[in-house]
């Protein structure tokens, strides 16, 4: 499914809206404007038209004349753009700018406006032409006026109105969307803290969201902030109860144990291996109970290295008569609960601890997506045969494994949680080599 | 050796008392947090052995109020508790080891004995002192190689000094550390228990010194008249 964005959304809509409503501005605007020109040019033909019908008279001798030029200079000047017609019969008079030709006679187009139409006139020009038939006093002939107005300065002027219309009216539809990206912003801001909170509390950098939020998202963090705690609630009820089931079997088991030393040595011994055997499921079974998992309200991004540093200080102590020289290489961030990290690495180390020689090598890298902790001792190792099933998912403690086993069994079914990969191996400092893989923390 | 106990569980509390007792300790034992913090601040032990859920004051509260006060006493944390992020916290505290139940007691008592040897400075499992060896695992005693029996009284003193070479040990530490609290005191015994060691090794490595106690060192030293 393709991922929707309000904000794209909420920005495509003002988008749709405001271009709809600018472009039927301008078209508004420019019809009323082009109307508006056009009245006035011929209105001006008008006027011209009318005092060249006052100003012809038929002569005593039957010629018509112009009494009286009009005071426009373009109507002397040739091709000018302003011209004037009058003709009855065979006579005809012309402004000078005609020089000898006629007004045309083919219309072009009409105009709405006053009765004007477009003709082309000489030199091409097109021309807004006017005309006229009246009869003068004296005789019965008509006269047939025109006056005709180059249109190339309406046109123009036309132009340069729609240029500078569709200009403002591109600035402002800039500026309209500058605004609606700005409240889009604004308005949704609350969504984006929410994020950062929410990815805080992913990192473990908070335990719920807090702060003030606007009323329309306050019930949804007030949802989450339940979920987690109930969540977290659920894993420390279950915590508590792995505790004391530990107490209620273990303190029992102890003392089955130490009662068993007074029984004839092969029923102490028989005893004691089923208590072994029993506290190692019990330590199992309650190990993945305590464990949190992926689903946990305390997932976050631990940082592995300081979860180590304070392992091996513990381990420093409780095998002080076994001094380990630990390296700690690198470092990497697991996604999850740090108590769980904690179980699965203090098995690890304490197992390659009672292992190693004189030294363990641990180290941290994160690629691909995937943290890989890598844990090693200069011990004996393992053999081949015991290494291959002791990573058998519900692999049985055997005795061979011992020592080894259960810890690598707790480690499994936690990283397991996790969708982790465990397996084991030969190290080149000679002991074993165990490899523990997790998908990565999102930072 | 004298150990402070802390387990409310009163049969598992019988039982460890008893297996320390024969191994030569003398155990005072606390059922809950209160008393414990109270015996471990009066009393001067080797070593503690400290369950973690206990009435009244949990375990680590009574450990953390020992190091701020600034007891050293070592501590093995006896628990049910065994989840790592428990031992490391009880680590942090101040706790010196951490065995989980259930365990075998040679298993304890293998722990009680290295912290004692630990927090005396010594390393090896086995004491000696000139031409005496003692083995705290066995409780075994030997002079040039031929070993001697001793009564429980005449190892704890013995076992005492050997840990303490070098130092001057008055005849109040010596009862206060072989004597269990609710033992009749009576520091005459102390001077008996000396006297009869000294027989029965037959070198000279224990001296008196006037007024103060009693010194334990290899005799190739220059001993001062007794």
Same mark, same amino acid.
């Given at each position: 499914m393709?991922r929707t964005? =309000?904000?794209?959304?909420l920005?495509? =809509?003002?988008t749709?809206?405001?271009?709809?409503?600018?472009?039927?501005?301008?078209?508004?605007?420019?019809?009323?404007?082009?109307?508006?020109?056009?009245?006035?040019?011929?209105a001006?033909l008008?006027?011209?038209l009318?005092?060249?019908?006052?100003?012809?008279?038929?002569r005593?001798?039957?010629?018509?004349?112009?009494?009286r030029?009009?005071a426009?200079?373009r109507?002397?000047?040739?091709?000018?753009?302003?011209?004037?017609?009058?003709?009855s019969g065979?006579?005809?008079?012309?402004?000078?700018?005609?020089?000898?030709v006629?007004?045309?006679v083919?219309?072009?187009?009409?105009?709405p406006?006053g009765?004007?139409?477009?003709? =082309?006139?000489?030199?091409?020009?097109?021309?807004?032409?006017?005309?006229r038939?009246?009869?003068l006093?004296g005789?019965?002939a008509?006269?047939? =006026?025109?006056v005709?107005?180059?249109?190339?300065?309406?046109?123009?002027a036309?132009?340069?109105?729609?240029?500078l219309?569709w200009?403002?009216?591109?600035?402002?539809?800039?500026?309209i969307?500058?605004?609606v990206w700005?409240? #889009?912003?604004?308005?949704?801001?609350?969504?984006?803290?929410?994020?950062?909170?929410?990815?805080?509390?992913?990192?473990?950098?908070?335990?719920a969201?807090?702060?003030?939020?606007?009323?329309e998202v306050q019930?949804?963090v007030?949802?989450i902030?339940?979920?987690?705690?109930?969540?977290?609630?659920?894993i420390?009820?279950?915590?508590?109860?792995?505790?004391d089931?530990?107490?209620a079997?273990?303190?029992?088991?102890?003392?089955?144990?130490?009662?068993?030393?007074?029984?004839?040595?092969?029923?102490?011994?028989?005893?004691?291996?089923?208590?072994?055997?029993?506290?190692?499921?019990?330590d199992?079974?309650?190990?993945?109970?305590r464990?949190a998992?992926?689903?946990?309200?305390g997932?976050?991004?631990?940082p592995v290295?300081?979860?180590?540093?304070?392992?091996?200080?513990?381990?420093?102590?409780?095998?002080?008569?076994?001094?380990?020289?630990?390296? #700690?290489?690198?470092?990497?961030?697991?996604a999850?609960?740090r108590?769980?990290?904690?179980e699965m690495?203090g098995?690890?180390?304490?197992?390659?601890?009672?292992?190693a020689?004189?030294? #363990?090598g641990?180290?941290?890298?994160?690629?691909?997506?995937q #943290?890989?902790i890598?844990?090693?001792d200069?011990g004996?190792?393992m053999?081949?045969a015991?290494?291959?099933?002791?990573?058998?998912?519900?692999?049985?403690l055997d005795?061979a494994?011992?020592?080894?086993?259960?810890?690598?069994?707790?480690?499994?079914?936690?990283?397991?949680l996790?969708?982790?990969?465990l397996d084991l191996?030969q190290?080149?400092?000679g002991?074993?080599?165990?490899?523990?893989?997790?998908p990565?923390a999102?930072? | 050796?004298?150990?402070?106990?802390?387990e409310?569980?009163?049969t598992?509390a019988? @039982?460890?008392?008893?297996?320390?007792? @024969?191994?030569?300790?003398?155990v005072?034992?606390?059922?809950d947090?209160?008393?414990?913090a109270?015996?471990?601040a009066?009393?001067?032990?080797?070593?503690?052995?400290?369950?973690?859920?206990?009435?009244r004051?949990?375990?680590?509260?009574?450990?953390?109020?020992?190091? @701020?006060?600034g007891?050293?006493?070592p501590?093995?944390?006896?628990?049910?508790?065994?989840g790592?992020?428990?031992?490391?916290e009880?680590?942090?505290?101040?706790?010196d080891?951490y065995?989980?139940?259930?365990?075998?007691t040679?298993?304890?008592?293998?722990?009680?004995?290295?912290?004692?040897?630990?927090?005396?400075?010594?390393?090896?499992?086995?004491l000696?002192?000139g031409?005496?060896?003692?083995?705290?695992?066995t409780?075994?005693?030997?002079?040039?190689?031929?070993?001697?029996t001793?009564?429980?009284?005449?190892?704890?003193?013995?076992?005492?000094?050997?840990?303490h @070479?070098?130092?001057?040990?008055?005849?109040?530490t010596?009862?206060?550390?072989?004597?269990?609290q609710d033992?009749?005191?009576?520091?005459?015994t102390?001077?008996?228990?000396v006297?009869?060691l000294?027989r029965?090794?037959?070198?000279?490595?224990?001296?008196?010194?006037?007024?103060?106690?009693?010194r334990?060192r290899?005799?190739?030293?220059?001993?001062?008249?007794?």
């Open positions: 393709k964005s =309000i904000a794209r959304r920005l495509l =809509i003002a749709l809206w405001s271009v709809g409503t600018l472009c039927t501005t301008g078209w508004l605007l420019e019809t009323l404007f082009a109307r508006h020109v056009d009245r006035t040019y011929v001006e008008d006027r011209e009318n005092s060249i019908a006052a100003a012809l008279e038929w005593n001798d039957g010629q018509l004349e112009l009494t030029q009009p426009d200079p109507f002397d000047l040739p091709y000018s753009g302003a011209y004037w017609q009058a003709s065979a006579q005809t008079l012309r402004s000078r700018s005609l020089w000898d006629d007004i045309p083919a219309i072009e187009r009409r105009v406006e009765g004007a139409d477009i003709r =082309i006139g000489p030199k091409a020009q097109s021309l807004l032409v006017k005309t038939r009246l009869q006093a005789a019965d008509f006269v047939d =006026i025109a005709a107005l180059d249109r190339t300065e309406l046109r123009q036309k132009r340069s109105f729609r240029h219309l200009l403002s009216l591109g600035v402002l539809g800039v500026g969307l500058g605004a700005a409240q #889009i912003r604004f308005g949704l801001s609350p969504l984006g803290r929410l994020r950062a909170a929410v990815a805080g509390f992913h990192a473990g950098r908070a335990a969201l807090s702060g003030a939020w606007p009323v019930p949804l007030d949802e902030n339940a979920l987690l705690q109930r969540n977290q609630e659920a420390d009820r279950s915590r508590r109860q792995a505790a089931l530990a107490h079997v273990k303190t029992p088991l102890a003392i089955l144990a130490n009662s068993a030393q007074s029984l004839p040595a092969p029923a102490a011994h028989g005893v004691m291996q089923q208590v072994d055997a029993m506290r190692r499921q019990v199992r079974h309650l190990a993945r109970a464990a998992g992926a689903g946990g309200a997932r976050g991004s631990v290295r300081p979860v180590v540093d304070e392992l091996v200080r513990a381990l420093k102590r409780l095998h002080a008569a076994h001094p380990i020289d630990v390296r #700690i290489d690198g470092d990497a961030y697991f999850g609960d108590q769980d990290l904690v690495l098995n690890l180390l304490d197992n390659a601890w009672q292992w020689r004189g030294a #363990i641990v180290t941290l890298a994160e690629r691909d997506g #943290i890989e890598r844990i090693e200069d004996p190792g053999p081949a015991v290494m291959a099933q002791a990573v058998q998912p519900f692999a049985r005795e494994a011992q020592g080894s086993g259960l810890g690598l069994a707790i480690v499994r079914d936690v990283s397991a996790y969708g982790g990969a191996a190290s080149p400092m002991g074993l080599m165990v490899n523990l893989r997790f990565a999102s930072r | 050796m004298r150990i402070l106990l802390v409310d569980e009163a598992l019988q @039982q460890l008392a008893v297996a320390l007792r @024969q191994a030569g300790y003398a005072d034992h606390a059922a947090g209160v008393e414990a109270h015996l471990g009066e009393h001067p032990y080797d070593t503690v052995v400290l369950d973690l859920g206990l009435p004051l949990d375990g680590l509260s009574v450990l953390k109020r020992w190091r @701020q006060a007891n050293d006493v501590v093995l944390i006896l628990t049910a508790r065994d790592w992020v428990e031992k490391v009880g680590i942090d505290a101040g706790a080891d065995l989980t139940k259930p365990f075998r040679e298993e304890l008592l293998a722990r009680i004995r290295a912290l004692i040897r630990r927090s005396a400075g010594r390393t090896s499992p086995t000696s002192c031409p005496v060896l003692l083995a705290p695992g409780g075994q005693v030997s002079v040039h190689g031929a070993p001697i001793l009564t429980a009284h005449e190892f704890k003193v013995l076992d005492y000094l050997m840990h @070479q070098g130092a001057i040990i008055s005849k109040t010596l009862t206060e550390h072989i004597y269990a033992f009749d005191r009576d520091s005459n102390i001077e008996v228990f006297g009869r000294r029965k090794l037959g070198v000279d490595v224990i001296e008196t010194v006037r007024g103060l106690g009693y334990m290899p005799p190739a030293e220059p001993a001062a008249p007794a």
